[in-house]
């Protein structure tokens, strides 16, 4: 009776931790620590990429920090092949595992020139990576791959354009002008408590276009909210021009338009479809 009663107390112990409070697994953690392999065989692969395109004959031995070098079949130059410069880690992925060793591929792109006067022409490699023991290791040689590509259009959403008169437009002119060129008075232009703050040093701001997303309302909704772009022309402290583009939200406070915040993105038509870019011939 007591080992019954025993195993029924631990069996039903069980299916609580079972059912009722399982193990979750650590995903913070373990994006982390992905995160943190990743970095750690991006920078290894564009190290390699650079020291292997510039490597000279006498620098051999250079490279087996690396990779294990074959004793025989590489043929390396008197003098570095390329000028390399600006090396870039672009996508990490994981490939698998092989036993307690994790696989990786990465893409690094870099500026070469075959003299230093010369033009820079951005190429990309491909380098496996094993980490063993939180130890990378290249798995080969670097694979000279393809660019990305150009990618596509879109077509924005900002289809009301907006002339000198609109309130919304002066409202907007008057924030730019502000945010870059002055040191006080940006609370004139936008929204208590926005996270904004002038930037200046600009000798001058101008609007030069802007438009909504929409239709500015006669009777606008206090909170309510238009998304603006406002294509800009500055002139740096050294009468440099400069062109820039601010998408924007507006909101109506207390019947007034106000900046609320500077979009991280421009708004993108709802029914926009991608239109790719022709690659340019060589």
Same mark, same amino acid.
């Given at each position: 009776?007591?080992?019954?009663?025993?195993?029924?107390?631990?069996?039903?112990?069980?299916?609580?931790?079972?059912?009722?409070?399982?193990?979750?697994?650590?995903?913070?953690?373990?994006?982390?620590?992905?995160?943190?392999?990743?970095?750690?065989?991006?920078?290894?692969?564009?190290?390699?990429?650079?020291?292997?395109?510039?490597?000279?004959?006498?620098?051999?031995?250079?490279?087996?920090?690396?990779?294990?070098?074959?004793?025989?079949?590489? @043929?390396?130059? +008197? *003098?570095? /092949? %390329?000028?390399?410069?600006? &090396?870039?880690?672009?996508?990490?992925? =994981?490939?698998?595992?092989?036993?307690?060793?994790?696989?990786?591929?990465?893409?690094?792109?870099?500026?070469?020139?075959?003299?230093?006067?010369?033009?820079?022409?951005?190429?990309?490699?491909?380098?496996?990576?094993?980490?063993?023991?939180?130890?990378?290791?290249?798995?080969?040689?670097?694979?000279?791959?393809?660019?990305?590509?150009?990618?596509?259009?879109?077509?924005?959403?900002?289809?009301?354009?907006?002339?000198?008169?609109?309130?919304?437009?002066?409202?907007?002119?008057?924030?730019?002008?502000?945010?870059?060129?002055?040191?006080?008075?940006?609370?004139?232009?936008?929204?208590?408590?926005?996270?904004?703050?002038?930037?200046?040093?600009?000798?001058? @701001?101008?609007? +030069? *276009?802007? /438009? %909504?997303?929409?239709?500015? &309302?006669?009777?606008?909704?206090?909170? =309510?909210?238009?998304?603006?772009?406002?294509?800009?022309?500055?002139?740096?402290?050294?009468?440099?021009?400069?062109?820039?583009?601010?998408?924007?939200?507006?909101?109506?406070?207390?019947?007034?338009?106000?900046?609320?915040?500077?979009?991280?993105?421009?708004?993108?038509?709802?029914?926009?479809?991608?239109?790719?870019?022709?690659?340019?011939?060589?």
């Amino acid at each position: 009776m007591v080992a019954l009663t025993a195993a029924a107390v631990f069996g039903a112990a069980a299916g609580c931790k079972v059912f009722l409070a399982p193990d979750r697994p650590d995903f913070i953690g373990i994006a982390q620590r992905e995160r943190n392999q990743q970095s750690v065989v991006g920078a290894f692969a564009s190290d390699f990429v650079v020291a292997w395109r510039t490597a000279t004959a006498t620098q051999r031995d250079n490279l087996s920090r690396f990779i294990t070098l074959p004793e025989q079949g590489l @043929a390396l130059p +008197s *003098t570095p /092949a %390329a000028v390399i410069t600006a &090396p870039q880690v672009g996508p990490v992925l =994981e490939m698998g595992t092989l036993g307690d060793t994790e696989l990786y591929t990465a893409v690094i792109s870099v500026n070469e020139r075959p003299y230093a006067s010369a033009q820079p022409t951005r190429s990309f490699y491909q380098v496996p990576v094993s980490v063993w023991n939180r130890q990378p290791r290249a798995l080969d040689f670097p694979a000279q791959i393809n660019d990305p590509g150009p990618g596509a259009d879109f077509a924005l959403a900002y289809r009301h354009a907006l002339g000198p008169q609109s309130p919304v437009f002066a409202v907007v002119a008057g924030f730019i002008r502000t945010y870059l060129t002055a040191t006080t008075g940006l609370d004139r232009y936008v929204v208590a408590g926005a996270p904004l703050r002038p930037i200046g040093g600009y000798q001058s @701001a101008v609007v +030069s *276009t802007a /438009a %909504a997303d929409r239709s500015v &309302p006669e009777a606008p909704q206090p909170g =309510e909210q238009l998304h603006i772009r406002a294509t800009v022309i500055a002139q740096t402290s050294q009468f440099a021009t400069v062109n820039l583009v601010y998408p924007l939200t507006i909101e109506n406070s207390g019947g007034t338009w106000m900046v609320a915040a500077i979009d991280l993105i421009p708004q993108v038509g709802g029914h926009s479809e991608p239109d790719p870019v022709a690659k340019p011939q060589n």
